[in-house]
């Protein structure tokens, strides 16, 4: 076994979404850095940023109601919505950069237009649905939301849910024609193919082992060759965790201060996935519905077309599962080896606090295909069991930590956490995750290079014109950035 010692300025580990944006922006800032990235896999995008384990919505809000919280007084609380709904519209921004630029090609590769649908049933979930679209269709972020409870309008809408529809349940749905369907692994391959041209280090079936910071600040990273047993030491003066679940381990062997109190709780999903073209044929949108009680938020089911590799295909999902490895190429002693000293409290804490979710999980498990089709059935009613199949889908970590809810708070979004002296970031936790993946790494940036961010900013501006601005204090330039974006990435066109 031989070991050889390398310096470089960035050390991106985890060739996901994450680190592929993050190390898109900094070659456009900074492009004399030197940056090498390390992934223990064969190839990029091939964990949670790959097309068959996550959900491949463009997350704006639209559609996922668990980002519209009712309130006790029946009033809905848009102020999430709102949020997730502009770090989109980021994302969209810097993806045309790069289209414009002719720094990634063919966006039809990997965003697609797609309307997004939410549906309800049952008088209480239609009046939620109705008070929530009341308080989304006069923004200007949800331009174009319509709202029915009309049956034949539904029909024209979602033509293949309708079909044997019991009739005298109450049932609503709102449609938005500017949703998107994106396939993050194939967005995760383009940048990465950038990068190299742009004299990236991508360092491929490379894991790293271990991780140390020197009297002077910079990181020490082993890094072992998985096919020969190589090792490597690789020093740099900032590194990021782009390593999806396995992050977590990397954070708690940093020994910050900051990784510590925090756990994370591992929660996999299936995915049924339809074989017969004519049943695909017959649904065009994303629809989402209402997560049953104890669900974690991932769980949201929906019924969704996909476009993998330019083809249509039809899920519908997910069904929670439990392992407790934190990737799917994961170790079964991920989630025992990643409790510690620290972080014992917090996650028993977390576990007497999550009973609903821990009964919710033990049922999907145990739960046959034959019951996993009548939950579909509550969507599409007619559906048959010989024309669907089982999809295994990505393994997500949901971050546990103290807040001031108390003791072992389930986190349910993306977090970012990072050393004071900003030498180190790490992304933890899911959805909304990849569709937000620029405002993330804006706010790694902003954390981690204060010294360099003003010099950076007309940059910035070139790439996302609305940096720095609030869009709903300028509705003009949501229209604008809505036009642009969409006629790059060709949104506007008709499938």
């Not at 008088?123 to 009309?150: H, I, W």
């Not at 003066?237 to 390593?243: E, I, N, T």
């Not at 961010?453 to 950035?481: A, C, F, N, Q, T």
Request: a negative charge; glycine letters at 8%.
């Amino acid at each position: 076994m031989s070991e050889t010692h390398k310096q470089t300025d960035v050390i991106l580990i985890g060739a996901g979404i994450m680190s592929a944006t993050l190390g898109s922006m900094l070659k456009e800032l900074a492009p004399d850095w030197d940056i090498t990235v390390f992934e223990k896999l064969g190839s990029a995008g091939e964990e949670s940023s790959n097309e068959w384990n996550n959900a491949g919505t463009g997350h704006s809000a639209l559609c996922e109601l668990n980002y519209t919280k009712e309130l006790p007084d029946g009033s809905i609380d848009i102020s999430k919505a709102l949020k997730v709904n502009e770090e989109f519209q980021v994302s969209k921004q810097f993806w045309a950069h790069l289209v414009n630029s002719n720094l990634i090609s063919n966006p039809q590769d990997f965003i697609m237009p797609l309307p997004h649908m939410s549906l309800v049933q049952g008088q209480k979930n239609v009046n939620f649905l109705k008070n929530r679209f009341e308080a989304l269709a006069s923004n200007p972020l949800f331009k174009g939301m319509e709202y029915t409870e009309d049956t034949k309008e539904l029909t024209e809408w979602m033509p293949l849910i309708m079909q044997e529809r019991q009739q005298g349940v109450p049932i609503a749905a709102t449609k938005i024609d500017s949703g998107t369907d994106v396939n993050f692994g194939a967005l995760t391959r383009k940048l990465f193919e950038h990068l190299e041209e742009q004299n990236v280090n991508v360092q491929y079936k490379h894991q790293v082992d271990n991780l140390t910071q020197t009297s002077d600040g910079s990181w020490q990273v082993k890094v072992r060759n998985v096919d020969n047993g190589n090792v490597e030491q690789h020093t740099a003066k900032f590194v990021f965790l782009g390593a999806g679940g396995g992050s977590l381990h990397l954070l708690q062997k940093s020994g910050i201060p900051e990784g510590k109190h925090i756990g994370g709780f591992p929660v996999s999903g299936l995915f049924l996935s339809c074989n017969n073209p004519d049943v695909i044929e017959q649904h065009h949108a994303k629809v989402y519905g209402k997560a049953k009680v104890g669900a974690p938020p991932m769980s949201v089911p929906h019924l969704d077309t996909r476009f993998i590799n330019n083809q249509k295909s039809l899920l519908f999902g997910p069904y929670a599962g439990f392992s407790p490895k934190f990737l799917k190429t994961g170790s079964m002693l991920d989630l025992i080896s990643s409790v510690k000293p620290n972080n014992l409290f917090t996650m028993l804490s977390a576990g007497a606090k999550n009973m609903p979710l821990t009964k919710y999980l033990i049922e999907q498990v145990m739960s046959s295909k034959e019951q996993r089709m009548e939950e579909l059935r509550e969507f599409v009613p007619n559906a048959k069991s010989e024309d669907w199949d089982i999809v295994v889908a990505g393994q997500r970590v949901q971050v546990i930590k103290d807040t001031d809810d108390g003791k072992g708070t389930l986190q349910f979004g993306t977090e970012v956490v990072n050393s004071e002296d900003g030498s180190i970031a790490a992304l933890l936790g899911a959805s909304p995750g990849a569709s937000t993946a620029v405002s993330v790494m804006l706010e790694v940036m902003e954390n981690c290079f204060p010294d360099h961010i003003k010099e950076w900013e007309p940059k910035i501006k070139k790439m996302i014109p609305s940096y720095g601005v609030r869009l709903l204090d300028h509705p003009e330039l949501i229209e604008e950035i809505h036009v642009t974006t969409s006629d790059t990435l060709g949104l506007e066109r008709e499938i």
